[in-house]
Nanobody, 121 residues
Framework: QVQLVESGGGSVQTGGSLRLSCTAS????????WAWFRQAPGKEREEVAV???????RYANSVQSRFTISRDKPKHSLYLQMNSLKPEDTTKYYC???????????????WGQGTQVTVSS
């Protein structure tokens, strides 16, 4: 199985930047898509950014042009560069690994424990 550990969360002011990292360990050969999700208390999980095996990406409209997802395959790492942060970006962010880019919620997907991002106004 794949184990995922996120880091890089923290507190910033509006307009600031953070870079989230996710390091994968274990058997990653069956993973073909990676993503960042976020979930605020009492709300559904929201897909933030996705990167496929061919490096194609997609973003939520709310973060388009502000966030950038990337991978370092040799390091088994996933990143999320977050710029121009807003208070509404405050929540916990999760790294996710899946067999394809539309299967993040099935039994074969793997989720990290999350890292908290807080943006103050």
């Amino acid at each position: 199985q794949v184990q995922l550990v996120e880091s890089g969360g923290g507190s910033v002011q509006t307009g600031g930047s953070l870079r989230l990292s996710c390091t994968a360990s274990g058997y990653t050969n069956g993973v073909y898509c990676w993503a960042w999700f976020r979930q605020a208390p009492g709300k559904e999980r929201e897909e933030v950014a996705v990167i496929g095996e061919d490096s194609t990406t997609r973003y939520a409209n709310s973060v388009q042009s502000r966030f950038t997802i990337s991978r370092d395959k040799p390091k088994h790492s996933l990143y999320l560069q977050m710029n121009s942060l807003k208070p509404e970006d405050t929540t916990k962010y999760y790294c996710v690994a899946a067999v394809d880019c539309y299967s993040f919620h099935n039994a074969r997907s793997r989720w990290g424990q999350g890292t908290q991002v807080t943006v103050s106004s």
